[in-house]
């Protein structure tokens, strides 16, 4: 009997062991098989069944994952960044510091802008810059005002003193005066002492020499007791005189230039038609074909001149080509269009309108280095003759981009 006890023992013994290695080998099995299938770290695959392409920081998605892979591009310094890996987020735009803080990092491919609360301010609970506490005369720093944290402020103890207004500053100590000199006024919390006999440099020395006179008051001069305040006032003065000066000069001179414009319209108008008036009165307008061709001539050009004085000031033609427009229009049309939108009502719609691919587009996207994708698309198409601003502005309403149509000047009389 206890034999076979034993026996069967033995048998679930072996039984137990046999399950334990089978469990050990499948775990182990699992995870040396799960290691080896390449992840995706996206955790989205295209309609073919590839692992969508993950952005890296400082690059923002143009193209999202779908029929065909995610398609990057790269943020641009002070405009855009990317802080993290992303299939789906495009390049944000840049912050600017608001109103009381100053800039403490620019902003950079991938990370935003950083700003600081400037001298005696500090960021409030609701993230904006609130002025610090002033600590009064008699009043000392116990917590100086930081970016992050207000000032708190004390009395001041006895032997101690403040005669100022800060954030910053703490109580100082009371001034002892020196053997031999009587004490004129006691330090309180908000003076000095007052002494005696006080030290003054003598020459250029700096051996200090005290008055023997005890009747005689001698006060330390304060370097920073020169005020400046004079001086920014001339200052100011004298720029405000020479601001007004110069807006004067403008306005005589533009007022000549338009009055001396204005004669000379009026005199070729008159001249045209006294022209006529005396050619038909002496019968000689209707005899010669080639008088009344110059003469309608020349209320051509008078009507031209007269159109003209009522152009918009900056206005050009809209058959003008894009390449003639002034460089600074340029650059203000191509930065509006720069930054890449999900709707594409961007410089990759308007590079639609204007006619290029989508492989164009992919192409100015990966061969930019420096320049913005929209300048060179825009610098190509103006090689065009007819790239005009009229076709430009035609695109742009195709795109429903009214804001950057506002700063085409196109002439309303062309």
Known sequence: MMTNMKISQNCCLQLSLRWIYIVH???????????????????????????CKQCPPGHGVITSCGDNNTVCEQCYPDISYSPEW??????????????????????NSSQDTICECRRDY???ADGTCSQCNMCPPGYGVVVACSTNMDSKCSQCANGTFSDGTSATDFCKPCTLCPEGSTVLQQCTTFSDTLCSGTLKLVGSSNKPAVSTDPTVVLTPRNPKSFSVVPIYCVLLGAVVVGLMIYVIFKRWSFNKVK??????????TSNSIVGKDTLVETGVLSKSPKLIKSNSVLLSISDR?????????????????????????????EMSLGSTRIDRRDWRGLAEKLGFSEQDVRHYIKTCDTALPVQRMLETWSQNDAATLGALVTALHAINRIDVVDKVPISAYT
């Open 259 to 268: 009055l001396r414009n204005q004669k000379m319209i009026r005199s070729n």
């Open 305 to 333: 001149n007269l159109q003209s004085s009522r152009m918009p000031l900056m206005a050009v033609p809209s058959t003008t080509l894009y390449r003639d427009l002034v460089i600074e229009k340029r650059m203000e049309v």
């Open 86 to 107: 992303s299939h789906t987020s495009g390049c944000k735009l840049c912050s600017r510091c608001q109103r009381n803080e100053r800039l403490a990092q620019l902003c």
């Open 25 to 51: 080998f499948a775990i182990l099995y699992t995870l040396v098989y799960s290691s080896s299938i390449p992840q995706c770290p996206s955790g989205e695959f295209t309609s073919k069944g590839a692992c």
């Open 122 to 124: 500090f960021r409030d």
